[in-house]
C-alpha cells in the first residue's frame, strides 16, 4: 500500500513497517541534492517530527516522520550517493524504515489519487 503526505513524503507499507522517502515532486523541487542525515536506527519520532534532513545545491530541507514509530533500518546509500534521492526517489532513493506505532494511522494518509491532486 502506497501513502503520502503533504509534506511529499510517500510511504511503502508492509504489515506494521513502512518505508518512506520523498516524492519525485519533491526532489524535483529541491534540485540536486549534496548531503543526507539518516536517523539513528532505534530512535522513535512522534508525527511529523524532523527526522531527516537533505540539502540541495538550492537549499536545506526537513524530511518529517510521517506517522509515530521507531526507526528500524535506514538507507546508507543515500548518504553515500544523495544523487539516488533524485535519480529513484520513490525506489532506491529511499530514506528509512519506519516501525509504526499505531499501523492504523496510515488510513489519515492521502492515497496517490489525491496527493496527485494536491500537486497539480
Known amino acids: 500500500m502506497l501513502k503520502f503526505t503533504e509534506e511529499h513524503e510517500w510511504l511503502k507499507v508492509e504489515g506494521d513497517v513502512a ?3 520523498i516524492t519525485q515532486h519533491a526532489a524535483e523541487q529541491l534540485g540536486d541534492l549534496v548531503y543526507v542525515e539518516l536517523p539513528a536506527v532505534g530512535s522513535s519520532f512522534d508525527k511529523n517530527a524532523n527526522a531527516a534532513t537533505v540539502e540541495s545545491v538550492k537549499a536545506a530541507s526537513d524530511v518529517y516522520c510521517p506517522l509515530a514509530g521507531e526507526i528500524v533500518e535506514v538507507n546508507e546509500a543515500i548518504t553515500a550517493d544523495p544523487s539516488l534521492v533524485n535519480s529513484d526517489p520513490m525506489g532506491q532513493g529511499w530514506f528509512f524504515k519506519l516501525k509504526l506505532a499505531n499501523p492504523a494511522d496510515v488510513e489519515s494518509l492521502m ?3 489525491a496527493y496527485q491532486r ?3
Request: hydrophobic share 45%; charged share 35%.
Open 19 to 21: 518505508t518512506v522517502g
Open 111 to 113: 492515497d496517490e489519487d
Open 118 to 120: 494536491m500537486i497539480a
